[in-house]
């Protein structure tokens, strides 16, 4: 299975709710639609970058940039707590910290093959985190998968989502690992 075929499995249970009221944000560039409520034009490029790498566009569907998935993560923390506007602060700072500590300069500058490799380091503590890399890679790929399938370009073009309609009749599954017992009797 993919890592995009992951995603829309863990995401397709929130669709229904999601559907009543997906964000919207105009396509374009990278920067917001609304001035920045929370994060800095730096921090909000970053968020951008590093957003735009857990879900890249693809032939399939927009990615996070599209989605506007940074315009969506500033508008949440305008409204969180003190301890999660300071943890997404501090997780920035570690990521520009790491980055500059093995290239030398800013995550944004640097090429697209040193900020994998950045990118590598926070995911692989996702299963037991260690550092504040790992920690806030979890906190950043969280709100990226919610930012993403909670908006038009997420819900409606990559899950394809139709809305809450009523199906007149139930197409059965032709996949034989999931025929009835009772089904697979008769047709012998």
Known sequence: MKRREA???VMIAAAPIAAQQPHRHAPGDSAPA?????LSPEE???VDRLT???????AHSPGAR?????AYIDELLVDSGASEQAGWR???AAVESETRRLHGKAFLNCSSM????IMKEMAEGEESPRTSLH???????SQTLSGYYTSSAGLLKDLQYKGIVPLAAFPPCNHPDHERPAAKKLAQ
């Open 7 to 9: 995603l829309e499995l």
């Open 135 to 141: 920690r806030f890679f979890i906190r950043i790929k």
């Open 90 to 92: 501090s997780g920035l």
């Open 66 to 70: 599209e989605a506007r998935v940074a």
């Open 44 to 46: 909000f490029r970053l």
């Open 34 to 38: 609304t001035a920045l409520r929370f």
């Open 52 to 58: 735009e790498m857990i879900i890249p566009a693809d």
């Open 114 to 117: 040193q900020q994998d490799q």
